[in-house]
């Protein structure tokens, strides 16, 4: 596990590594049984992809919380837990006075699969954190999915690798490029996950 705190007007914490090997099998068997089970649903039926009646995101999603009545019933939400085992590593320890006095209380999760044409436009959560983490299957067969933070100076891009654990102030701006399947990889789930963890009080 690798930690790296920054700040660019707001704080950033980038990790990588985060998941450890037997965690990452658990975590792919979930997605796949979501997958398989048609769980993931489109912008339309989720809501929270709109904004003034434009699509801010077409790619499918799914709250955990929709699909487990318990925590323990789901190996995500049991294994995710581990962001507040670091939660002094991650959080309390960067430099930001913000990321240094939060309080958390409150976490959900939500499940995001982008593959050929899939973006998230420019926006904001409604959570006092957002920790993201990205899952794809290696070697990576396709383009784009880079996440981009809003500044006062301009975009900062937070380069996509597997395992890479990204936490920022849930009000920032942020989006995700368009994604470009490699030719022959189109509707194989080889696309890009990502695993949004949001906290507030």
Request: one cysteine or more.
């Amino acid at each position: 596990m690798n930690l790296q705190h920054i700040d660019i007007g707001f704080p950033i914490t980038v990790v990588d590594n985060f998941y450890d090997s037997g965690e990452l099998e658990l975590i792919w068997e979930e997605l796949q049984f979501l997958l398989d089970n048609n769980k993931l649903r489109n912008p339309k039926e989720m809501g929270s992809a709109f904004k003034s009646g434009k699509i801010l995101a077409n790619r499918p999603s799914v709250f955990l919380h929709k699909c487990f009545k318990k925590v323990s019933e789901s190996k995500i939400l049991t294994i995710n837990k581990k962001v507040f085992r670091y939660f002094d590593q991650i959080f309390k320890k960067h430099s930001s006075w913000f990321f240094s006095n939060v309080q958390i209380n409150i976490s959900k999760t939500l499940i995001s699969y982008y593959e050929d044409s899939n973006y998230y436009h420019a926006h904001r959560d409604r959570f006092a954190i957002t920790c993201l983490t990205w899952f794809y299957k290696e070697p990576k067969s396709f383009e784009g999915g880079e996440l981009s933070l809003h500044t006062s100076k301009g975009k900062k891009t937070i380069k996509l690798l597997n395992n890479r654990l990204v936490a920022f102030p849930s009000c920032i701006v942020h989006e995700v490029s368009m994604i470009k399947m490699k030719e022959g990889t189109e509707g194989k789930h080889m696309g890009r996950f990502c695993m949004s963890q949001f906290l507030s009080q």
